[in-house]
T-cell receptor
Framework: EAGVTQSPTHLIKTRGQQATLRCSPISGHTSVYWYQQALGLGLQFLLWYDEGEERNRGNFPPRFSGRQFPNYSSELNVNALELEDSALYLC????????????FGQGTRLTVV | AQTVTQSQPEMSVQEAETVTLSCTYDTSESDYYLFWYKQPPSRQMILVIRQEAYKQQNATENRFSVNFQKAAKSFSLKISDSQLGDAAMYFCAYRTPEAGSYQLTFGKGTKLSVIP
């Protein structure tokens, strides 16, 4: 069974541009979570999507947004990129039940220059 | 808001020896889940072990075990018989039992080195 897949693996953008990151969850998983892992800061929760709806967001500005498609895949969009947006962005997916675990992808390394 | 603190940015252990990674957390909830994740250089987060707060018994997974002290809000990870493949970043994480939510609060991590 395929795991969580993220694309692209690496992304280099210029300050002020927009970045789009993609995540395909494990088959049967309806929830997708996005985390930002900046150097030295651990993982910070960004967004949670379930059944096509945004369920919760972390303490990030509105230029971080996303969506979930009918097939449960998800996009994370970062507008007006700033240098401090450089980070590893990790996606995780889980089924919508309590007593399960989420599975992580290998992340997209975003570098803003 | 919940917080998770890992006070050891880096640790090292001799191969075959035992090491303990520390984690403390702060919450007003009585029911929650705690996790230890491993992140090797491949970057993929791998679940090592989980603990439900309502269970008094400490979780164990092969060479990995936890010491869960609910009153002290402490959740340490013990790795026995350390192997070279254990070298990685280790993150402690907290989750509320909200139905359907796997939103995690992470500590900043501990980098574990294993010395041959």
């Amino acid at each position: 069974e395929a795991g969580v897949t993220q694309s692209p693996t690496h992304l280099i953008k210029t300050r002020g541009q927009q970045a789009t990151l993609r995540c395909s969850p494990i088959s049967g998983h309806t929830s997708v979570y996005w985390y930002q892992q900046a150097l030295g800061l651990g993982l910070q929760f960004l967004l949670w999507y379930d059944e096509g709806e945004e369920r919760n967001r972390g303490n990030f500005p509105p230029r971080f947004s996303g969506r979930q498609f009918p097939n449960y895949s998800s996009e994370l969009n970062v507008n007006a990129l700033e240098l401090e947006d450089s980070a590893l962005y990790l996606c995780a997916s889980s089924p919508r039940t309590v007593n399960t675990e989420a599975f992580f992808g290998q992340g997209t390394r975003l570098t803003v220059v | 808001a919940q917080t998770v603190t890992q006070s050891q940015p880096e640790m090292s252990v001799q191969e075959a020896e035992t090491v303990t990674l520390s984690c403390t957390y702060d919450t007003s909830e009585s029911d929650y889940y705690l996790f230890w994740y491993k992140q090797p250089p491949s970057r993929q987060m791998i679940l090592v072990i989980r603990q439900e707060a309502y269970k008094q018994q400490n979780a164990t997974e092969n060479r990995f075990s936890v010491n869960f002290q609910k009153a002290a809000k402490s959740f340490s990870l013990k790795i026995s018989d350390s192997q070279l493949g254990d070298a990685a970043m280790y993150f402690c994480a907290y989750r509320t039992p909200e139905a359907g939510s796997y939103q995690l609060t992470f500590g900043k991590g501990t980098k574990l080195s294993v010395i041959p």
